[in-house]
């Protein structure tokens, strides 16, 4: 008796097999396609596989900055310009730099000024070598500079300011006179930054063109004292 | 205490906005802090191997970097290069060096020489489409004993070899010239007219972001008289590319 119960067992056993091999998903087939079948059929709710929980939580888009260089500088000065022969007088401009290398900047300079009187017009009561229009001294230049001293500054004991002493020198043309002139300038200046951003530079430079102006051809030397203020960005 | 209260404050400001700043992990035993953007500022902190800094800007070949305490300081770009992502890959930056001669996306320089006689002071801008062809920008004011002028022209040049130091290119273009007569000659009325140039030229790379171009340009000037005018422009130029 117990022989054929495990007769009929075995054989119900061999038989129910292959079935749930058949159930089990994989083997190749479209997993889809399986949980489709599963969950369609609705007398046995009980085999449809227990659902993982799916993460709702979006995924955060996280854009990171490109890093912002900051080499260029652009500014305005004021000071004063002695122009060779018409005395001294204001002279006020703005400037543009790039700095390329922590020792090497390009800068673009425009400046504006107006000469005063030679001494002969002085002496001379009511002569005028220059209409008011050319007495406008107007001048652009493309120079070179050159970091030769950077170093740092203490105000008190709490601050501390990053300066630097440079060299320049580059070409450019000035307006006098009712004419232009090819005009070499070189100089020199001093940048104190009382944050990253911010610069405060003392400048002296010669510019130096040929002129006619009193008779003679000469190199005419114009130096100019000045202030400025630009911003890094 | 107040730095780092001031640089948590930031931190948190940070994770609220859309965009972050660069977040870069010490992968070296230690990345030096300078005090200012130059090699001879005192280094003041270090970063640990395996701590991050965020970068917050760069000037030049330094980097304004704050550390996860909130301090901040300037790292030169050779250690930040020895920096990993968060992620664990290499971080690149553009460099100034051979490489970055022969692909680069843009050029500036000045220029000087001699336009017909005349002296000529200029700039130049261009933009690479690719390693060998851009798009050139001239401007020139030109000072001579007759006459002084402007030019504006846009053209194309190509490079022969981008990656050697010393490379042969050509140029085409056109523009506008304005010639301005000095008043004591005959003609005395300012003109402008159109132009187009043909020239040559070889590049030299110097060193980091520098370097020269010698230039030839011949020009045909296209006046309202009879006959149109030829000009013969020599120029040097000191660029650099970014």
């Not at chain 2, 395996?50 to 970068?55: C, E, I, L, P, R």
């Amino acid at each position: 008796m117990e022989t054929v119960f495990r007769v009929l067992l075995l054989g119900a056993a061999a038989l129910a097999l292959p079935g749930c091999a058949w159930m089990l998903p994989g083997r190749g087939e479209d997993v889809a396609a399986q949980e489709e079948i599963v969950l369609s059929s609705d007398e046995e709710p009980t085999l449809v596989p227990p659902r993982v929980i799916e993460p709702e939580v979006e995924r955060r888009e996280v854009r990171v900055a490109r890093i912002d260089a900051e080499n260029i500088e652009v500014g305005a000065f004021y000071g004063a310009l002695s122009i060779e022969d018409f005395g001294t007088g204001p002279v006020q401009g703005l400037t543009a730099a790039y700095h390329v290398t922590e020792d090497i900047f390009f800068e673009a300079a425009f400046g504006r000024s107006k000469a005063g009187r030679t001494s002969y017009e002085t002496l001379g009561g009511n002569v005028q070598l220059l209409t008011p229009s050319e007495r406008r001294f107007t001048y652009y230049s493309l120079s070179l500079g050159y970091n030769l001293l950077p170093g740092e500054v203490y105000i008190g004991r709490s601050l501390a300011m990053t300066s630097a002493l440079y060299l320049m020198g580059g070409v450019g043309s000035t307006e006098f006179a009712g004419d232009q002139r090819f005009t070499l300038n070189f100089g020199a200046g001093y940048r104190l930054l009382p944050t990253d951003w911010l610069a405060v530079h003392i400048e002296v430079q010669d510019r130096v063109f040929q002129s006619d102006l009193l008779g003679r051809d000469k190199l005419t030397n114009n130096i100019s004292a000045h202030l400025g203020l630009t911003v890094f960005f | 205490m107040a730095l780092a209260l001031v640089g948590a404050g930031a931190c948190l400001a940070a994770d609220d906005a859309p965009v972050r700043l660069r977040e870069l992990v010490v992968a070296e035993p230690y990345i030096e802090l300078h005090e200012g953007p130059g090699r001879g500022y005192a280094v003041t902190q270090v970063v640990p191997r395996g701590d991050t800094f965020q970068v917050l800007y760069r000037r030049t070949e330094w980097f304004r970097v704050r550390t996860r305490r909130g301090v901040e300081g300037w790292a030169h770009e050779r250690e930040i290069l020895k920096a990993r992502l968060p992620d664990g890959s290499p971080f690149t930056i553009d460099l100034g060096n051979r490489a970055g001669f022969t692909s680069h996306r843009f050029e500036l320089g000045a220029s000087m020489g001699d336009y017909g006689g005349a002296t000529l002071i200029g700039t130049y801008f261009a933009f690479l489409f690719n390693e060998q062809l851009q798009l050139e920008l001239t401007g020139a004011q030109f000072l001579g004993n007759a006459s002084n002028g402007y030019s504006a022209e846009v053209g194309l040049a190509h490079v022969y070899r981008p990656d050697w130091r010393l490379s042969p290119f050509l140029t085409l273009g056109g523009g506008v010239i304005r010639i301005e007569p000095k008043s004591t000659l005959v003609q005395p009325e300012d003109r402008t007219d159109q132009t187009a140039y043909a020239g040559a030229g070889v590049r030299f790379y110097l060193t980091r972001r520098f370097f020269l171009r010698g230039e030839y340009r011949h020009h045909m000037v296209f006046t309202s008289r009879n006959e149109n005018e030829e000009i013969n422009e020599w120029k040097l130029s000191f660029a650099f590319f970014f």
